[in-house]
């Protein structure tokens, strides 16, 4: 009896762990899940980050080439490699959140980009990570004046299609009611042709009777 307990007690446990030990991979398979679609997602705005540094560098360039006649000379010396460094890691560093969370405000860049490359004594020439800063909230400015110039366009565009589209659907409806009208009109005339014609033959019947008749009397009478 002792034996058969402890035989049942041992299947009970067995059991009972092989379906946690399904439940845990099941669970591990769903956070595998989620994780590469993370990944994916990640991947993604890391490409569509790589599209605009390249775009806004070909837009560094051009500005720069625009500049160049204006711009002065710089002094020999140059600034120590070493420490410029980890300015420009920062610089990037901040440019590639920028480009993945693109709701952050132009104000809140210039901001970071002051934080970072703080402004130069009077008559030092800027280093080149914090004239690139520049030019790239330049760019960006840029883009969002195009931006909400581009939307009011629309917005004026999509007004003026609304205007236009009710103006023709009134003019629609105006040329179908005229079109009901005179349809009803010619309707009208035409039954009232048909009675008149209907009257005409009516009469004629009656003028061909009234002539029968004559003749027969007539005849009566020569007889």
């Known amino acids: 009896m002792t034996m058969t307990t402890t035989t049942l007690t041992d299947t009970s446990r067995c059991a009972h762990c092989g379906s946690?030990?399904?439940?845990?991979?099941?669970?591990?398979?769903?956070?595998?899940?989620?994780?590469?679609?993370?990944?994916?997602?990640?991947?993604?705005?890391?490409?569509?980050?790589?599209r605009r540094c390249a775009k806004y560098d070909e837009e560094i360039h051009s500005l720069r080439a625009q500049s160049r006649p204006s711009t002065p000379q710089r002094p020999p010396s140059q600034p120590d490699?070493?420490?410029?460094s980890?300015?420009?890691?920062?610089?990037?560093?901040?440019?590639l959140s920028a480009l993945l969370y693109p709701r952050k405000s132009t104000s809140n860049l210039r901001a970071d980009a002051r934080r970072q490359n703080p402004s130069p004594l009077p008559g030092s020439p800027l280093t080149p990570a914090a004239a690139s800063t520049e030019d790239l909230i330049e760019a960006l400015t840029r883009e969002q004046t195009l931006r909400k110039e581009a939307e009011g366009r629309l917005s004026a565009t999509s007004k003026e299609v609304e205007e236009l589209s009710v103006s023709l659907f009134e003019q629609a409806n105006e040329m179908v009611a005229t079109e009901r009208r005179a349809r009803a009109k010619l309707e009208a005339r035409v039954d009232e042709l048909e009675k008149r014609d209907g009257e005409k033959k009516k009469r004629l019947e009656r003028l061909e009777a009234a002539t029968a008749r004559i003749a027969r009397v007539r005849s009566m009478l020569e007889a």
């Open 20 to 50: 946690s030990a399904e439940a845990e991979v099941i669970l591990a398979r769903q956070k595998i899940a989620e994780l590469e679609s993370i990944i994916t997602d990640l991947n993604a705005k890391a490409s569509d980050a790589i």
């Open 81 to 84: 490699p070493s420490a410029q």
């Open 86 to 95: 980890p300015t420009l890691l920062q610089q990037s560093t901040s440019r």
